[in-house]
């Protein structure tokens, strides 16, 4: 099982940015579909950003668009998910996971669809 580990949430002004990093606790992410999510209370957890194991791909929600970027680091083993233009409907816990099985192509944007979440990251965008 992959425990995995978010960081870089805070607080931040309308219009600003902020990075959020995911670390695998023990392995890799070589193989791993990887997706970010994010909830907020009274919400189902929704879907933000994904990317296939191969590398080859990556989907964004809608509302994002434009505004978040995902990238992975191979040497340091993270992957990165770079918001900007924030605003206060941004503000959730983000959410990174995985999914070790399945399609080597495939973007994976359920939340059923993933084996293995991190704790989450609160992010809150405020003036």
């Known amino acids: 099982q992959v425990t995995l580990v978010e960081s870089g949430g805070g607080l931040v002004q309308p219009g600003g940015s902020l990075r959020l990093s995911c670390v695998p606790s023990g392995r890799t992410f070589r193989g791993y579909a990887i997706g970010w999510f994010r909830q907020t209370p009274g919400k189902e957890r929704e879907f933000v950003a994904a990317h296939s194991a191969s590398g080859s791909s990556t989907h964004y929600a809608d509302f994002v668009k434009g505004r978040f970027t995902f990238s992975k680091d191979n040497a340091k083993n993270t992957v990165y998910l770079q918001m900007s233009s924030l605003a206060p409907e941004d503000t959730a816990v983000y959410y990174c996971?995985?999914?070790?099985?399945?399609?080597?192509?495939?973007?994976?944007?359920?939340?059923?669809?993933?084996?293995?979440w991190g704790q989450g990251t609160q992010v809150t965008v405020s003036s």
């Open positions: 996971a995985v999914k070790g099985s399945g399609s080597y192509f495939t973007v994976y944007e359920y939340e059923s669809d993933y084996d293995a």
